[in-house]
């Protein structure tokens, strides 16, 4: 069974600069989750999918970020104005029937310079 | 607010030796988690606990969840270079299994 996918595995921008993050659950995983890691932290979650509906994006900047699930399958996450502080890592989980077993991909490490 | 604290933040110990590391809540979790990270990947499931006093092994791993459900430690026996990461807790809230509460890590290093 393929894991949790991501793309790209890394980024460079300039700030103000745009910037898109691609996810593919698992198979069959109706929920999805995007997280934000600093370095030496623990992730912090952004926004969770329940199939294609966003169920908590409380802690999702709106201003600049934004997610999108269309077919309630694969996700994309976007920055736009990526600012200096945005540089962290991208991490993406999804979850099945054990709704608090997260699987997580590898993720998105993003370099604003 | 919910805070996990993990404690120490930072071990770093010989081949052969044990170690404990703590997870610490003053609020109630449904169930814990225990994820290991490496560099460059994301958190793999190492475990879940659900019952208060729980004790889970996982080869030379043990796992404890606290009696009050507020607490959580993993025990290594013997550790190998291979252990080496970022051990990470998480508790699910009592009224959503969907929300976690991630600690901020600990990170060990096994040195040959």
């Known amino acids: 069974e393929a894991g949790v996918v991501q793309s790209p595995r890394y980024k460079i921008i300039e700030k103000k600069q745009p910037v898109a993050f691609w996810c593919n659950p698992i198979?069959?995983?109706?929920?999805l989750y995007w997280y934000l890691q600093n370095l030496g932290q623990g992730p912090e979650l952004l926004i969770r999918?329940?199939?294609?509906?966003?169920?908590?994006d409380s802690q999702l900047p709106k201003d600049r970020f934004s997610a999108e699930r269309l077919k309630g399958v694969d996700s994309t996450l976007k920055i736009q104005p990526a600012e200096l502080g945005d540089s962290a890592v991208y991490l993406c989980?999804?979850?099945?029937?054990?709704?608090?077993?997260?699987?997580f991909g590898p993720g998105t490490r993003l370099t604003v310079l | 607010t919910q805070l996990l604290e993990q404690s120490p933040q930072f071990l770093s110990i010989q081949e052969g030796e044990n170690l404990t590391v703590y997870c610490n809540s003053s609020?109630?979790?449904?169930?814990l988690q225990w994820y290991r990270q490496e560099p460059g990947e994301g958190p793999v499931l190492l475990v879940t606990?659900?019952?208060g006093g729980e004790v889970k092994k996982l080869k030379r791993l043990t796992f404890q969840f606290g009696d009050a459900r507020k607490d959580s430690s993993l025990h290594i026996t013997a550790a190998q270079p291979g252990d080496t990461g970022l051990y990470l807790c998480?508790?699910?809230?009592?009224?959503?299994?969907?929300?976690?509460?991630w600690g901020a890590g600990t990170k060990l290093i096994i040195k040959p």
């Open positions: 989980a999804s979850s099945g029937l054990v709704p608090n077993e997260q699987f």
């Open positions: 198979s069959g995983h109706n929920t």
């Open positions: 999918y329940e199939n294609e509906e966003a169920v908590d």
């Open positions: 609020s109630v979790f449904s169930s």
């Open positions: 606990v659900v019952t």
């Open positions: 998480a508790g699910a809230a009592v009224d959503s299994n969907y929300q976690l509460i």
